[in-house]
């Protein structure tokens, strides 16, 4: 089993997020936070519902997140105007002053992803992994 490819996947990502965690706690941060702000930095005002479709998560996952990052100061909730059953997510001052950050962040976290590989590996690793992904998501 250690042979495999799936294992090795697993033991990446896990370094991956221990890293990326190191980072952002450093930020007041904890991970997979930086993927909501980054969605609404790119479009504030989004649904609940189309944040999770957007960074595939389910709905109950995306509800206690934002309770937390609104506990925190970083995201305020406020009833659609035209359908109050529908909550939308706005940043705050606060999140909108992390961007330069959580960016030089993710930046940081890429670079040493890609830490020793050319320009040729880099290009064919992002190929494979996109093969990977496409496959496991036929298979849902």
């Known amino acids: 089993m250690q042979e495999s490819v799936s294992y090795l996947l697993v033991q990446i990502c896990k370094a991956h997020r ?31 519902s189309q ?22 100061g970083l995201i305020e909730r406020r009833p659609d105007q035209d359908d109050s059953r529908v909550s939308r997510v706005y940043l705050t001052d606060k999140s909108r002053e992390l961007r330069e950050q959580v960016e030089q962040m993710w930046g940081e976290l890429e670079a040493r992803t890609m830490t020793n590989l050319s320009t040729d590996e880099r290009i064919l690793l992002r190929r494979l992994l996109l093969q990977v992904q496409a496959n496991l998501v036929k298979a849902e």
């Open 18 to 48: 221990n890293y990326a965690e190191t980072l952002l706690n450093e930020m007041g941060l904890h991970t997979g936070q930086e993927i909501f702000l980054m969605q609404l930095w790119a479009e504030e005002g989004q649904s609940q």
């Open 51 to 72: 944040l999770a479709e957007s960074i595939c998560v389910q709905p109950a996952t995306i509800t206690k997140m934002l309770q937390r990052m609104e506990g925190g």
